[in-house]
């Protein structure tokens, strides 16, 4: 009572209405189709405005040109239809393209992630995708089971999507490896790079080709130059991998502070054009002018070439300047989530303010023990590990358990972590309650 409805029933009760004679208006390519609210790493979300034009090229192009949908392809998603990784790539796009997909909601893949394998198992399942975190979930899984032990055969399974998030090599490898013994292929990975203003995807590496990945100088990657190393185990370098190549129909350039144009192995700024690239930002004309220029989206995102291959680096907002080094955060974090007792999404390294105003390298980390012994234990492990690892001294902070907040895709949420930390919405364990 007293809410404006028309009428509540079943979908028999709205068949049984008679049909309207009002005026048909189909909608035109430049129409908005829907509005995509993007997941919000290093700021508020906002609004990606999407026309049915940009929809489908989107769709054509990562159909035709991205995983090569065909007849016999089953497709299978746990991701969330209110992110654009699950709504266009596993939903959208198997509309337009006519595909066959099942579906496991998040909260069950969350609760047991190998359900995920299982579904993929037992229908030949061909094409799924997961941010990194999904697949280190499975092999951390499976790691405390005999092998064996399950009943899986995913040799049918030809691309493993990877996506939404900085790829872990060290992950996927652990992946690979611990479902080798029921028909996994490490040549299934398939690295891909998009975002919410394009619709979804921009570059794609080559189906069943497995992962390139590019082992650089760390110092060299502070003066925005990707250059060769040889992995020798040491903390010299850092691993990327390659997203592939720009879909048909867009362009990218990789672009210096100044607006050149980079060539190969030259960190800079990735740009990208195309038939997928949004309207705007829904009711934020300002923030629309920061990003999109003569029909360039500036992403925000660092990246370089790789021959032909796009490599993303890091967010541009996100590198820590440190007694004039580029240090860049997920190097911190990558650190400290292999420290044991800790996981992927433990940490979050930034930049707090001293007393003098001083900005000084800082990571806030998850710490689950309760006793003060083995708090002070953790919080020496990961400060100790930071210097061995990254070269700078960082401030260490225990914050409560499931504290620092995520993306909609599953991504830490630095810039909203120390927003919440700065206005007390995340306290340190000294001065949090005995049960946090």
Known sequence: QGVP??????????????????????????????????????????????????????????????????????????????????????????????????????????????????????????????????????????????????????????????GGEMIKPQVMAAFAEAFKPYGFSSDAFCASYGLAEAVLAVSFAAAGKGMTVDHVDKRALEGHLAQPLIDDGSKAGRTFVACGKVLPGHRIEIRSDDGTVLGSRRVGGVYVAGPSIMQGYYNNPEATAEVLQDGWLDTGDLGYWLVDDLVIVGRAKDMMIVNGRNVWPQDIEWTVEHIDGLKSGDGAAILLADADGVERPTILVQCRPSDPAERARLKTDVRTRVQEAVGIACDVILVPARSLPKTTSGKLARGRAKAMFLAGGILPLETSSPDA
């Open 5 to 162: 409805l028309v009428l509540i029933g079943s979908l028999m009760d709205v068949s049984a209405i008679p049909e309207g004679h009002g005026e048909l208006r189909p909608g035109s390519a430049q129409d908005l189709s829907y509005i995509q609210y993007s997941s919000g790493s290093t700021r508020f979300p906002m609004g990606v405005m999407v026309t049915h034009a940009s929809l489908m090229a989107n769709c054509h192009a990562m159909n035709k040109y991205g995983v090569g949908n065909g007849p016999s392809d089953r497709g299978m998603s746990w991701l969330p239809f209110f992110h654009d990784m699950g709504l266009v790539g596993f939903m959208l796009g198997a509309l337009t393209s006519q595909s066959s997909m099942d579906y496991l909601s998040t909260e069950d893949f969350a609760r047991r992630p190998l359900t995920w394998l299982k579904i993929i198992s037992d229908n030949c399942g061909t094409l799924s995708y997961a941010p990194s975190f999904g697949y280190e979930l499975c092999a951390r899984r499976v790691s405390t089971m005999a092998e064996n032990s399950l009943d899986l055969d995913l040799s049918k399974w030809r691309v493993a999507g990877i």
